[in-house]
T-cell receptor, first 114, second 112 residues
Framework: EPEVTQTPSHQVTQMGQEVILRCVPISNHLYFYWYRQILGQKVEFLVSFYNNEISEKSEIFDDQFSVERPDGSNFTLKIRSTKLEDSAMYFC????????????FGEGSRLTVL | GDSVTQMEGPVTLSEEAFLTINCTYTATGYPSLFWYVQYPGEGLQLLLKATKADDKGSNKGFEATYRKETTSFHLEKGSVQVSDSAVYFCALAYTGRRALTFGSGTRLQVQP
């Protein structure tokens, strides 16, 4: 069964360092998303991406964040200069063209900023 | 803004017990409502959904009814199993805008 895969599963970094989280969405999907969940808190929307551009972003997604689809398969989230409060589980999701409302999520990448 | 509120967890039940996980929402319009489930070590999976008032979503023995009058979408199951142990997330989204707004999640632990 097709699935969304994310790497790394866990990354530990020093404050101020750049981090890139990688996602491989389901191959025929067209819409891509990043969400995050700070421990014990809600799953929060960060950004959605369609047709090689950002279609929507939340107030969390500031200039420190960027997304890219560098090739036909990967979808990346870059945090330019990590802060302690960026420590969270980051989830990638994708969906196909249909309007079923179902997003398919990866298992998440846990980011720990020290 | 829109928001989703879920009951605090963990919810601990014995096998075959009845489950209710409460979910209420605040929305400016008429969103679709969803329940997602996250099993240990896995990503979030859609469990069920309802797209308009009075719709009932159901899957794997779970049910939830979209109640506009009480702005609720409570998840129920008549007889839980150990394999239902997971974190359950209530969420909403508007047609055409696919950014889901999630609740904080409720952990369910089912004991044999």
């Amino acid at each position: 069964e097709p699935e969304v895969t994310q790497t790394p599963s866990h990354q530990v970094t020093q404050m101020g360092q750049e981090v890139i989280l990688r996602c491989v969405p389901i191959s025929n999907h067209l819409y891509f998303y990043w969400y995050r969940q700070i421990l014990g808190q809600k799953v929060e929307f960060l950004v959605s991406f369609y047709n090689n551009e950002i279609s929507e972003k939340s107030e969390i997604f500031d200039d420190q964040f960027s997304v890219e689809r560098p090739d036909g398969s990967n979808f990346t989230l870059k945090i330019r200069s990590t802060k302690l409060e960026d420590s969270a589980m980051y989830f990638c999701a994708s969906r196909d063209r249909g309007d079923t409302g179902e997003l398919f999520f990866g298992e998440g990448s846990r980011l720990t900023v020290l | 803004g829109d928001s989703v509120t879920q009951m605090e967890g963990p919810v601990t039940l014995s096998e075959e017990a009845f489950l209710t996980i409460n979910c209420t929402y605040t929305a400016t319009g008429y969103p679709s409502l969803f329940w997602y489930v996250q099993y240990p070590g896995e990503g979030l999976q859609l469990l069920l959904k309802a797209t308009k008032a009075d719709d009932k979503g159901s899957n794997k023995g779970f049910e939830a009814t979209y109640r506009k009058e009480t702005t609720s979408f409570h998840l129920e199951k008549g007889s839980v199993q150990v394999s239902d142990s997971a974190v359950y997330f209530c969420a909403l989204a508007y047609t055409g805008r696919r950014a889901l707004t999630f609740g904080s999640g409720t952990r369910l632990q089912v004991q044999p």
